[in-house]
């Protein structure tokens, strides 16, 4: 070998090994392989299961442990015309970068077909994300990650954190609220599509240790 190829071996490698150590590894999460009654999932990768994350009723909370990403939602869950959907998230500990929160306008979840408007939050940076999924392809950005004074942020040494999320659908537009702040709203001729009636739901990201309270439909 040539000094040079050696050299472009060299390169490669040398790219190579910080890419690689930002990948994510999905936390070996045994469950029971089953939900609470009324609910389902949906993974974002064919292959997750419900093997593969932890979730567990206590009254009107539920206790997730995650495993490959999903959003949960429970079938009675239906919103039309005017509503509000809302939630409080709380985590022990960090998340990292990871997010979590609530979704509208759930439309054939089971199919290829899959269509919703998901509100997320990352509390470890205070970054919001408003998505449009629609079908297999990956999500359109609405509001791309966004620092958000109104996101609680990783409480110092625990890690903790406790966050109210909501999105309000009035008769012609869409409000996003964190902890009682709207932090952004958009006419719904404005969302390109992005469906705000059908069924409400939960957005567990991957590598997810929450509890969620209060869960509901506000009409």
């Known amino acids: 070998m040539t000094f040079r190829s050696i050299a472009v071996v060299a390169l490669a490698v040398g790219l190579a090994a910080p890419l690689a150590g930002q990948m994510d590894h999905t936390s070996n999460i045994k469950g029971s392989g089953k939900l609470p ?15 593969q994350v932890d979730v567990r009723q206590a009254g009107t909370a539920l206790a997730f442990r995650s495993g490959p990403a999903a959003i949960y939602w429970n079938t009675k869950d239906v919103a039309a015309g005017q509503y509000t959907v809302s939630a409080i998230f709380e985590q022990k500990k960090s998340m990292q970068h990871e997010a979590y929160g609530i979704f509208v306008g759930g439309q ?8 919703y408007l998901y509100f997320v939050i990352k509390p470890q940076t205070g970054e919001m994300i408003i998505n449009h999924r629609n ?29 109210a999320i909501a999105i309000r659908v009035s008769k012609d537009s869409v409000h996003f609220y964190i902890n009682g702040k709207e932090v952004r709203n958009f006419a719904k001729a404005g969302l390109g599509g992005a469906p705000t009636e059908g069924i409400a739901g939960l957005r567990i990201n991957h590598n997810i240790d929450i509890e969620v309270r209060d869960f509901g439909i506000k009409r």
Do not use: H, M
């Not at 009654?37 to 093997?51: C, I, M, V, Y």
């Open 37 to 51: 009654a009324g609910w389902n999932a949906r993974f974002d990768q064919p292959s997750g299961s419900l093997t």
């Open 135 to 163: 079908s297999n392809a990956r999500p359109r950005a609405i509001v791309a990650a966004t620092p958000s004074e109104a996101i609680n942020k990783d409480a110092a040494g625990t890690g903790a954190a406790t966050n």
């Open 108 to 115: 054939n979840l089971s199919d290829p077909t899959q269509n």
